[in-house]
């Protein structure tokens, strides 16, 4: 019988290794190779709204709602452990608050989308917290049942508009100011929560991940780190929905649709689950794509479901870790 | 006496939702998150079956009974067998098989399908008409569906003591090492369990569904209840799937009565958060609270 004869081999590139330490800003190739692919990203976001037309902008504009979702579902699932379906009721509340705001006291929507961001997180995380004693499926569970509940809530009190939801919210001034808001959230999370989870803080919250008795036996208090990291995930998340209510000046149920939970996830795995980065990515790709597909109908959740089971099945580690393989190191075949 | 009988009925409703689901979870630990949808799919098979190919009522029901078996099969040796032991992906991905059907259900204009949307869609009753029980009027499906759901209680307590397929079910739940090293092949048992789990929420639509209409939005539903009584109940736990599922009926019943109809879902939000907060593990959850919930 003959066995495999031939293996992959990777090996970390020389500059890789260069530049972990501090003497990387010693030499212009070695700050540029770790600049660049941020850079990229940065500019990339920064630069493309300014080559596209008015109707592909607002595309934009709602993948960076999806990436700030998409952010928040992995900085949770990746980072604490907690696996939450339930992002859209993140978005519904941010986006409830600052289009009642807006309708009834009749704030401007500079005001109240900072007021919706907060006050949205704190009533998210308040709900949330009795399930966080919960892990895994359990928190899973109770966290996807959240916004559908808040839906029968609404419809059955008819509440809040009701059904029908309430329109003629005011916008945004312009849409430059829209499309570079949402863009410049994305990027400070995006950045913020990855220095955050190299900070203690993050340890922390990885240690609760992979052992919460011995974080608890170290005398931390693993519901107080929980419940900071999702009100750091509901911040962004109703970040999203105050901005989504004034970006289509129009509140209703569908912003606690199906949508909202689905499409972050399929992006985050896309993108590569863990990366952080990878779920902004992944956002990008999904939304432009989900829009191109609106004449499909429910079709559209029908294909991003078949590429999330796709990828979950046959490419778990996602598309950012498999650029960054090829980034930092290089692959040879060898005989065994 | 109203809210008796007819409290009794809702929680039998929601047992009978809640069995597969748990049968599932407890054997292979995968949180089945298609089961609503299998749920819907059943009643718009043997719907087609009934209307379109014109096929006897019980022929019908067998058939579909017989598609959700595949069905839970093929997402377990297709998609889940691969992902075995990573409760997250295992979580999205038949989260993602859930939301393939219930959407694909709802989807138009492919090769002439219409797609299942609006109110006409009914299953008709086993047997018309309505009997009195005490004063209260109560239809024979209603009645059908409460004996049936002890008949499936009794049946499946057989299946799982006595059957040697149920007992390697239980075995594997208990210890999977220690199955394993007995013969018991855990992905083979786990796919029963799954058809198995698929076949009894197919047998929970056929039973449940005459009662009013079919539609794709009702998978979350069923989704969320039987969840919800899971949650109530404690994971696993058939006992504790019971006693929630009475718990929940009654209730929603009640305060139905007291306040009007639109004030169940808060109820049921309000238990799920009260048993939450008093029980992380449920009314008769088994999982040690220090080391599997909290």
């Known amino acids: ?336 | 006496m109203d809210i008796l009988i007819y409290g009794t009925v809702n929680s039998v409703i929601y047992a009978l939702i809640a069995v597969g689901f748990t049968l599932v979870y407890g054997v292979s630990r995968i949180p089945n998150f298609a089961h609503g949808s299998i749920y819907v799919l059943v009643g718009f098979l043997t719907w087609t079956f009934l209307k379109n190919l014109h096929i006897p009522y019980g022929i019908a029901i067998v058939l579909s009974l017989f598609l959700a078996t595949l069905i839970g099969l093929i997402i377990y040796r297709l998609v889940l067998i691969r992902l075995r032991g990573l409760p997250t992906s295992e979580i999205i991905a038949s989260f993602a098989v859930s939301l393939i059907i219930l959407e694909g259900l709802r989807m138009q204009g492919i090769a002439g399908f219409k797609g299942f949307i609006g109110p006409f869609y009914m299953l008709p009753p086993f047997v018309d008409g309505k009997v009195r029980i005490l004063g209260v009027f109560v239809d024979y499906q209603r009645i059908i569906i409460v004996a049936a759901c002890f008949a499936l209680v009794v049946l499946l307590w057989v299946f799982t003591h006595y059957t040697k397929m149920g007992l390697s079910l239980r075995a594997i739940a208990q210890d999977e090492h220690a199955a394993m090293m007995l013969g018991i092949h855990s992905d083979r048992t786990a796919m029963t369990a799954l058809s198995v789990g698929s076949a009894l929420a197919g047998l929970a639509a056929v039973l449940i569904l005459p009662l009013g209409n079919i539609t794709a939005e009702m998978g979350y539903k069923v989704l969320i209840y039987a969840l919800a009584v899971c949650i109530i109940g404690g994971l696993g736990s058939w006992a504790g799937a019971v006693l929630a599922s009475f718990v929940i009926g009654f209730a929603m019943k009640i305060s139905t009565a007291l306040f009007g109809a639109m004030w169940e879902s808060v109820v049921l939000v309000g238990t799920i958060i009260l048993i939450l907060l008093l029980k992380p593990s449920g009314l008769l959850g088994k999982q040690k609270e220090l080391e599997e919930r909290v």
């Open chain 1, 1 to 336: 019988m003959k066995a495999e004869s031939r293996r992959k081999k990777r090996l970390d590139r020389s500059i890789k290794v260069r530049t972990e330490g501090l003497y990387a800003l010693s030499s212009w190739a070695e700050i540029l190779y770790l600049v660049l692919p941020r850079a990229v990203l940065i500019f990339g976001l920064l630069l493309i709204p300014l080559f596209l037309d008015m109707y592909w902008r607002r595309v934009i504009c709602a993948a960076g709602i999806y990436a700030l979702l998409a952010l928040g579902f992995d900085f949770l699932a990746e980072f604490v452990g907690l696996v939450c379906l339930g992002g859209a009721f993140f978005i519904g509340a941010g986006g409830y608050i600052s289009g009642l705001l807006n309708a009834y006291a009749g704030w401007p929507p500079f005001v109240c989308i900072p007021i919706a961001t907060l006050s949205g997180a704190v009533i998210s995380t308040l709900i949330l917290v009795p399930a966080l004693r919960l892990r895994g499926i359990y928190f899973a569970i109770a966290s996807f049942m959240f916004p559908l509940f808040a839906v029968y809530i609404i419809i059955a009190l008819s509440a809040f508009g009701g059904t029908e939801g309430i329109s003629a919210l005011d916008t945004l001034p312009n849409q430059w100011s829209e499309i570079y808001l949402i863009l410049g959230v994305v990027l400070i999370s995006l950045f913020g929560l990855r220095r955050l989870v190299n900070e203690d803080m993050g340890l922390i919250l990885r240690g609760i991940k992979d052992n919460d008795q011995a974080v608890r036996a170290s005398g931390i208090s693993i519901t107080a780190y929980k419940i900071k990291a999702v009100f750091i995930a509901s911040l962004m998340g109703c970040f999203g929905g105050a901005y989504l209510s004034h970006l289509y000046g129009w509140l209703g149920i569908s912003l606690f649709g199906m949508d909202f939970s689905i499409l972050p996830i399929a992006a985050t795995v896309m993108g590569g689950m863990g990366t952080l980065a990878g779920g902004v990515l992944g956002a990008l790709i999904l939304t432009p794509l989900s829009e191109a597909l609106r004449g499909f109908g429910q079709l559209r959740v029908v294909l991003y479901c078949f590429i999330l089971l796709l990828f979950i099945v046959y490419k778990p580690e996602g598309f950012l870790s498999y650029f960054q393989r090829k980034y930092h190191q290089f692959e040879v075949w060898e005989e065994v």
